[in-house]
């Protein structure tokens, strides 16, 4: 088996860190390395304030106002489901879930 490597601050997790995935080949270390470089690309992209996090407005690049007279609701609850630390921003880590897919997944068999 395969683990990331480093410690969480290497990896760029510098709050709370979630568990990964234990990787069973090194055809699935590669595609997790790869599901990393999308989520950080995405992440670097569309984190304007450079903070190397996501706020709700950032992730939805701007199309969405918290709490807003349109009531983005659904918007807002996708962002709750991937910020797993509740901090109210999305780090690396939350956002390959959205990348990977495994989020859309997760909400079609409503597993959560």
Same mark, same amino acid.
Do not use: C, I, N
């Given at each position: 088996?395969?683990?990331?490597?480093?410690?969480?601050? &290497?990896? *760029?997790?510098?709050?709370?860190?979630?568990?990964?995935?234990?990787?069973?080949? $090194? +055809?699935?270390?590669?595609? +997790?390395? @790869?599901?990393?470089?999308?989520?950080?690309?995405? =992440?670097?992209?569309?984190?304007?304030?450079?903070? *190397? &996090? =996501?706020?709700? +407005?950032?992730?939805?690049?701007?199309? @969405?106002?918290?709490?807003?007279?349109?009531?983005?609701?659904? &918007? &807002? $609850?996708?962002?709750?489901? =991937?910020?797993?630390?509740?901090?109210?921003?999305?780090?690396?880590?939350?956002?390959?879930?959205?990348?990977?897919?495994?989020?859309?997944?997760?909400?079609?068999?409503?597993?959560?």
């Amino acid at each position: 088996h395969f683990a990331p490597m480093g410690s969480p601050s &290497e990896r *760029g997790m510098g709050r709370a860190s979630y568990p990964t995935a234990t990787f069973s080949t $090194a +055809q699935d270390a590669a595609e +997790q390395v @790869v599901l990393r470089l999308v989520a950080e690309s995405a =992440l670097k992209r569309k984190d304007l304030d450079k903070d *190397g &996090e =996501l706020s709700l +407005q950032e992730f939805w690049e701007g199309d @969405v106002t918290a709490g807003g007279p349109d009531g983005h609701q659904e &918007e &807002e $609850a996708t962002f709750k489901l =991937l910020d797993k630390d509740g901090s109210g921003r999305l780090s690396v880590v939350e956002l390959m879930d959205w990348e990977s897919g495994v989020h859309h997944t997760q909400v079609a068999f409503k597993v959560t």
